[in-house]
């Protein structure tokens, strides 16, 4: 492992460098990236920000469950460190009460085996005042513990078991997304990456990990929770 003072982004710094099973660690970044090319921001000393570089050892059709198994390690994680319930949205954003608590980017890197570099933001310590976005929330503002290496000691090991589970069962793992993802049942409104708006209710995460909202299977995009279907 490898803890930065301060980095641009763990997950730039593990692209540049892809070595497997490390970790990267930065107790600040200056230009966290986030997904859909967005940036992630969070003030010194205040979020969990870290990449890690794993083989995921998947069959290329099975890649896109990675992000969402993600999701539930990050979830499970927080269960154990904060206590506190998580929900997933589609694909992988983490929500206490509607509101973004954790976010995850992940990239693939390297030609010959191709590695995955997760990248997981956790905001623990933000008070109200920090939030980047109104849309946002943090573990001290929803009154769990706000302890970071608690936090990376439990979501680390969660990750670690859910990448197990992913290799010896992608369809198990798919199952257990699609009954806890907190998108399916909703109605959302889906801003697709080429601008295009789709709202409708989210029936289903189909086998490739795609979300179905009105009868169509988004692969990317941005989805806001309208209401509950
Ligand atoms: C998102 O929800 O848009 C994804 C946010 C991912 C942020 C994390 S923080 C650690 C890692 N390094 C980055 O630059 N981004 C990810």
New binding site residues.
């Given amino acids: 492992m490898t803890l930065h003072a301060e980095a641009s982004?763990?997950?730039?710094l593990a692209a540049a460098d892809p070595v497997v099973d490390t970790l990267i660690v930065?107790d600040h970044?200056t230009?966290?990236?986030?997904?859909?090319d967005?940036t992630?921001e969070t003030p010194p000393g205040t979020a969990l920000?870290?990449?890690a570089v794993v083989d995921p050892d998947l069959a290329d059709h099975d890649w896109p469950l990675l992000p969402l198994a993600v999701a539930l390690a990050v979830a499970d994680g927080l269960g154990t460190a904060a206590a506190v319930p998580v929900a997933v949205k589609w694909p992988n954003?983490l929500l206490i009460d509607g509101a973004?608590v954790a976010?995850?980017?992940l990239e693939r890197v390297g030609s010959d085996r191709p590695l995955a570099v997760i990248?997981?933001?956790i905001n623990v310590g933000l008070a109200a005042e920090d939030l980047p976005v109104p849309t946002a929330t943090s573990l001290r503002i929803a009154g769990a513990a706000v302890d970071r290496t608690a936090v990376f000691a439990a979501v680390v090991p969660a990750l670690s078991a859910i990448l197990t589970a992913l290799r010896a069962d992608p369809g198990a793992v798919l199952e257990r997304y699609r009954s806890e993802c907190d998108t399916v049942g909703r109605e959302v409104e889906a801003q697709l990456p080429d601008g295009e708006r789709l709202v409708g209710t989210a029936s289903a995460v189909d086998r490739h990990g795609r979300l179905v909202v009105a009868g169509r299977a988004i692969g990317a995009g941005d989805v806001v929770h309208v209401r509950p279907a």
């Fill in positions: 982004s763990t997950n730039a930065a970044q230009a966290g990236r986030g997904r859909l967005r992630w920000t870290f990449s954003d973004k976010g995850i980017l990248g997981i933001g």
